[in-house]
């Protein structure tokens, strides 16, 4: 969408009589996806998880674009450590819930598409998090209890289910899930043996 606002500006110039148009961008950006534009328009600095702040609460900030998208952000700091939360949501119905009991993690969601929901519980302390849903229909649903682990999530496709739960005692410090595809289901489950 395009929006601009017009100054009309009337002159006499030497020869006669004359207008003249001038027009001012508002600084909404006309990029191709609505996650660039969406970027563009709030800066793209929000992305990128900032230093750990120290004798700070928690920190959530929630950025959606669509329509009967729903966030919800709760956090627990008994330590010295801010938690920090970052959901940008872009598309329509698309539902956010994060919960993070400890100090000093770091999580954010990004869901670019329609109709998908995350659920994440992190019960812990310094854990970084990043869970991603490009495509429509996918569902993710984390809930772990972990100390210093660095996850990042993607989910690329339609109609994907990812849920991880357990306690990470022995997980490695840093992994990373890509699913890409449509229809995919998975499951982890740490601290679990056989079935």
């Not at 191709?32 to 900032?50: H, S, Y």
Request: charged share 20%.
């Amino acid at each position: 969408m395009h929006y601009i606002r017009t100054l009309l500006v009337a002159g006499i110039v030497s020869i006669g009589a004359g207008t003249g148009a001038v027009a001012q961008q508002l600084g909404r950006s006309e990029a191709a996806t609505a996650e660039q534009r969406l970027a563009e328009d709030i800066g793209a600095d929000w992305r990128n998880l900032p230093v750990v702040l120290q004798n700070v609460q928690n920190l959530s900030e929630i950025v959606q674009k669509g329509d009967n998208n729903k966030a919800s952000t709760i956090q627990n700091n008994p330590g010295n450590t801010a938690n920090q939360a970052y959901i940008m949501q872009v598309g329509d119905y698309n539902e956010a819930m994060l919960r993070q009991m400890g100090s000093g993690n770091a999580t954010r969601i990004t869901q670019d598409g329609n109709d998908n929901k995350v659920t994440s519980a992190v019960k812990g302390d310094n854990n970084t998090t990043e869970l991603n849903q490009y495509g429509d229909g996918n569902q993710l649903l984390r809930d772990v209890i972990t100390n210093g682990a660095d996850v990042k999530l993607t989910q690329t496709g339609n109609n994907n289910a990812l849920i991880q739960r357990g306690t990470e005692t022995l997980a490695p410090p840093k992994y990373e899930v890509d699913m890409r595809g449509n229809g995919i289901k998975l499951t982890i489950e740490q601290g679990r043996i056989g079935q």
